[in-house]
């Protein structure tokens, strides 16, 4: 059974028995929930149309970091000194910050502020996971960035308006040239 109780900022918090606020990793865990549901966020506001370089590159990143995300309890995650849980901390704070913007953005309708800000995010969540798991290789946002827009570049340099999608105007003056080319044969 879980119980209520009020945070510092007056919000309700629900406890939970099977969660150890004491745990050290525990951020580790939220920092993936949270960026696991920024992300989601944001696909959802850009399926309608076709992503952007940058926007595909920022959704990458956030999967990136996130894959193969490891258990708290993995052999795989350091413990860390007092030191190192400060920084964690203030990498959540400054993750929770941009959050906070990026809420405000999605209200606004503001696709490339979130573009830019799930980038920021993601960028606090990688640096957390760095510090509990830092054999780990993660790539660096510039890393995705350059190979998404070589393949945004080689998929926009596939498509050839004139070859493979003739405007209403072309099409007429085709069929126009056609049928004077026709006609003109039984005169």
């Not at 800000?117 to 606090?124: A, D, K, M, N, S």
Request: charged share 35%; net charge negative.
């Amino acid at each position: 059974m879980s119980e209520n109780v009020k945070s510092e900022d007056n919000a309700t918090v629900e406890l939970r028995p099977d969660i150890d606020l004491n745990d050290p990793k525990l951020n580790l865990k939220i920092a993936a929930e949270r960026l696991s549901i920024v992300r989601y966020v944001f696909l959802v506001q850009i399926e309608d149309g076709i992503a952007s370089a940058a926007q595909r590159a920022s959704l990458e990143y956030a999967d990136a970091v996130l894959i193969g995300w490891p258990e708290n309890e993995s052999p795989e995650i350091a413990d860390l000194t007092d030191a190192q849980l400060k920084t964690v901390r203030e990498h959540m704070d400054l993750m929770e910050s941009y959050i906070a913007k990026y809420t405000q953005m999605e209200h606004d309708g503001d696709i490339d502020g979130m573009t830019d800000t799930l980038i920021r995010i993601t960028e606090r969540v990688a640096e957390v996971r760095r510090l509990y798991q830092p054999d780990f290789p993660l790539p660096t946002f510039a890393e995705i960035r350059r190979v998404v827009q070589d393949e945004w570049d080689e998929d926009m340099g596939k498509i050839d308006p004139k070859e493979d999608n003739p405007t209403a105007n072309e099409i007429e003056q085709e069929t126009e040239s056609a049928n004077e080319g026709g006609e003109g044969g039984k005169a």
